[in-house]
């Protein structure tokens, strides 16, 4: 499996197991791309991008991930506790 992959399966895993992920979205609606008739809110893992640091990916790459929100609210108070918590999310898996 390609780095690029490992680090995917590991944000959509690390997102969906997060409590409070799920409180604010009420479920599991942490998808890897959008899924037909998703039911919002939702987070979807979009484009990943992976590039060499130095001249080869055997050096260390840099990945640069889209973690995508979806909600259908007219405020934007959804979108950035949704935003907020799927960040902590992420960086609770890095440390």
Same mark, same amino acid.
Do not use: Y
């Given at each position: 499996m390609s780095a690029q992959a490992t680090l995917r399966a #590991?944000? !959509?895993k690390a /997102?969906? #197991?997060d409590a409070q992920l799920v409180a604010l979205t009420g479920g599991e609606r942490v998808? &890897?791309?959008a899924p037909r008739g998703a039911v919002h809110p939702f987070i +979807? /893992?979009?484009a990943l !991008?992976?590039?060499p640091l130095l001249s080869s990916a055997e050096e260390? +790459? +840099?990945h640069e991930a889209e973690i995508l929100v979806h909600s259908r609210? &007219? %405020?934007r108070g959804e979108v950035a506790a949704l935003m907020a918590a799927a960040r +902590? %999310? !992420?960086l609770a898996g890095v440390e």
């Amino acid at each position: 499996m390609s780095a690029q992959a490992t680090l995917r399966a #590991a944000l !959509v895993k690390a /997102l969906r #197991a997060d409590a409070q992920l799920v409180a604010l979205t009420g479920g599991e609606r942490v998808h &890897d791309g959008a899924p037909r008739g998703a039911v919002h809110p939702f987070i +979807e /893992l979009g484009a990943l !991008v992976s590039r060499p640091l130095l001249s080869s990916a055997e050096e260390g +790459e +840099e990945h640069e991930a889209e973690i995508l929100v979806h909600s259908r609210k &007219d %405020a934007r108070g959804e979108v950035a506790a949704l935003m907020a918590a799927a960040r +902590e %999310a !992420v960086l609770a898996g890095v440390e």
